[in-house]
């Protein structure tokens, strides 16, 4: 009798200790006058059914935008402030970056070694890479990188015009993510991933593993973001065998070219360089260790990751956008049509540079369907919020809800509405800086951009250049969306009926 009366109090002492735990953790905002969602033991303000549906949660807090630059919330335990005031962001981004540099996602490269790459990593190192690994995204790396992407295309409108002998009813997100990752395997690794003839190739399927959608993987993209819990947790995203894969084909892709004095001028080569070289931090004038294998294969992997993902996911929302809307559909074919016969009927870089309505078009995908939610970056130091009497204390996670604000109808009437004049010169003038964060702003804005827009350029010049697209009877209308992890997707396979010009 005694053992269980023990059992009872230790119980009780115990779940006392966690909820007095817990109420102390989420009165924090309270506390310091912040407005705040009320946060529900034990996930705070994280939905039970879908934990990495972090667009859920932004959106109730962005209703509470008018009281103050940001408001309040709760990851499991862990504040977060989450901005909702232009100016602020502008100052967390840009004005105040010093204090704002870091990302505050956690990394382990002993159990996880592809996670110490360059969108995580912070402080000395991700300074110094960054300057290291800048030159391969200038304009005149893009120029360079040119012919391999219309390869690639060609390729691709040879292929999608093989399938349309059987079919017209085609899932666009899979043919898309085909194009892009032979797009990013010849013009980073110098690797012919032929996705396009065989969508079983190996780079499509690990591509696939890397993003297949999963409750315990939704959990681990949102942990990641507290990167104390994470770290206690010994917290890995992503599985040995992509691990294993991953450094496989860098550790043979380097193991070539140095044996075989390969130079292709690419973003590998760069990758090699910095394997064999001492690199510096020019602020701190402090020599960093040369990259192992592992923090090379880091890199190529979130390149090849980011960089077929987001890509083909713009390219897939602006069809599909391009089909409800055949007038601007339209527009842009006649654009495309005119610019390439004025430069022999070809694809070229001069070319591509004269779509301005092609450019319009892309960017209001992304202003409509922005690839990355949530933009996220942590207080090295307590920071007094412009003309109030709030402070940021350090180590402070600060939340940019990118969705929210692109959909935000003070700076996009009627947001839903796609209109690519919204991207005229004379209207983004007229527009806050910050209502446009698809690349995110300031010294930690997406590397990749003008890769990204090339590859989305060209893909869709191709595209519309030979092909009619229309919704067809699969076509999801009005479309569902999941952001998995942060990254926005459809729930359903995208289908649209394809017509031969």
């Known amino acids: 009798m005694e053992f269980f009366t023990s059992v009872i109090w230790l119980t009780v002492i115990l779940l006392g200790v966690v909820y007095f735990y817990f109420r102390r953790k989420y009165s924090y905002w309270k506390n310091r006058g912040v ?80 996670s110490a790459h360059l969108f995580a990593l912070d402080g000395p190192k991700w300074r110094s890479l960054r300057m290291k690994l800048s030159p391969t995204f200038t304009s005149g790396k893009m120029k360079y990188m040119f012919p391999s992407i219309v390869g690639v295309s060609e390729q691709f409108n040879q292929t999608l015009g093989e399938i349309l002998h059987d079919q017209s009813d085609i899932d666009v997100k899979e ?47 949102v942990l990641a973001r507290t990167s104390k819990l994470a770290a206690t947790l010994r917290l890995s995203v992503f599985g040995k065998d992509i691990t294993n894969f991953f450094i496989g084909i860098v550790r043979q892709t380097i193991e070539h070219r140095e044996k075989n004095n390969v130079k292709r001028n690419d973003f590998m080569d760069l990758l090699i360089d910095l ?20 923090q090379v294969a880091a890199q190529a992997f979130v390149f090849f990751v980011a960089g077929f993902e987001t890509s083909s996911t713009t390219m897939m929302f602006a069809l599909y956008e ?55 970056r942590v207080a090295q130091d307590d920071y007094k919020v412009a003309n109030t009497k709030l402070v940021i204390e350090k180590g402070t996670t600060v939340m940019v809800p ?26 983004c003038k007229s527009r806050h800086p910050m209502t446009f964060l698809s690349f995110g702003d300031g010294p930690r804005n997406c590397i990749g951009l003008r890769f990204g827009r090339l590859q989305s350029r060209v893909g869709l010049a191709m595209l519309l250049k030979n092909y009619r697209f229309e919704p067809s009877e699969k076509t999801p209308i009005p479309k569902k969306l999941l952001p998995r992890g942060g990254i926005l997707a459809s729930v359903d396979r995208l289908h649209l009926k394809i017509i031969k010009i």
Do not use: W
């Not at 709760?74 to 232009?86: C, N, Q, R, S």
């Not at 194009?179 to 079983?200: M, W, Y």
């Not at 190996?202 to 315990?216: A, C, H, I, N, T």
């Open 35 to 114: 407005p705040y969602i009320e946060p529900t033991f034990p996930l705070g303000n994280l939905s039970r059914k879908n934990i990495g549906n972090l667009r859920e949660v932004f959106e109730k807090v962005y209703n509470m935008r008018e009281k103050c630059p940001f408001v309040g919330a709760y990851f499991v335990v862990k504040p977060v402030a989450i901005a909702t005031d232009l100016d602020f962001i502008k100052d967390v981004l840009v004005k105040d970056f010093n204090n704002f540099h870091g990302r505050g996602i956690h990394i382990n490269e002993k159990d996880s070694p592809l």
């Open 175 to 221: 043919i898309l993510s085909c194009f892009t990752t032979d797009v990013i395997g010849t013009c980073a690794f110098g690797v012919e991933c032929n996705s396009l003839k065989d969508p079983n190739a190996v780079f499509r399927e690990y591509g696939r593993k890397v993003l297949k959608p999963s409750k315990l993987r939704s959990i681990a993209l």
């Open 275 to 294: 394997k064999n070289n001492d690199t510096l931090d020019e602020d701190k004038k402090i020599k960093l260790e040369k990259l192992t294998l592992e």
């Open 322 to 376: 391009l089909a409800l809307n055949q007038e601007i559909q339209d527009k842009l074919r006649t654009e495309i049509n005119t610019v390439c016969a004025k430069h022999g009927g070809r694809l070229t870089y001069e070319a591509m540079n004269d779509m301005v309505y092609l450019g319009q078009v892309v960017n209001e995908t992304l202003r409509k369907h922005p690839p990355v939610v949530v933009l996220q």
């Open 402 to 427: 990118t969705y929210q604000i692109q959909h935000d109808e003070r700076y996009y009437p009627n947001p839903e509405k796609f209109d690519p004049d919204r991207f005229l010169p004379e209207v």
